[in-house]
């Protein structure tokens, strides 16, 4: 069975800038050690990017959240140092949950990222919906949310859907 890992947004304005929080700073190192466990296997790792361009705040999204973030080609934008292997795929995601997965072939699928409560969450069930025969999973410990509550909330929300979390 194929595994895949989906790193969800570990970019820098999630971590410690525009958006950044401590509980985004502090899975950094279980984030590094599951990413490297999937590499020493030789599994596929997907990284995701949160992608807006400068009319962020003109945007739907950006009339609800004023805060410019992840703007492509800035620094808050790049995954976290030391995070990225080279070679893995990047998709370059528009909104929180990116509709194409099905262009993937999935089959053993876990989640780790930011934020669980927005496109940790979405990305999950899309991939759920798309793939229901597949196992979906979330590393909790390699996840944190807006908030620890909306955190949980989405953990529960998750297993609700069928989808393992650890």
């Known amino acids: 069975m194929k ?9 820098n304005d999630f971590i410690d800038m525009a958006l950044g929080t401590p509980e985004a700073v502090a899975i950094l190192p279980a984030v590094k050690a599951k990413i490297a466990e999937y590499h020493a296997r030789g599994d596929e790792i997907i990284f995701t990017r949160d992608t807006h361009g400068e009319n962020y705040l003109d945007t739907s ?8 973030h992840c703007i492509k080609g800035t620094k808050g934008w ?3 140092d030391g995070l990225y292997i080279e070679g893995c795929k990047i998709i370059d995601k528009p909104n929180f949950g990116w509709p194409h997965w099905d262009t993937e072939e999935l089959e053993n699928v876990e989640l780790i990222g930011l934020c669980t409560d ?10 759920k919906a798309t793939f229901p025969d597949a196992q979906v999973s ?9 908030t620890p509550e909306s955190h949980l909330a989405a953990l529960k929300t998750m297993a609700m859907c069928q989808i393992d979390v650890k």
């Open 3 to 11: 595994n895949t890992l989906v790193v969800v947004d570990m970019q």
């Open 138 to 146: 979330v590393d909790s410990a390699c996840c944190a949310g807006v």
């Open 118 to 127: 927005i496109c940790v969450v979405s990305n999950a069930l899309i991939i």
């Open 61 to 68: 999204e950006g009339k609800k959240l004023p805060v410019k």
């Open 78 to 80: 790049e995954i976290a």
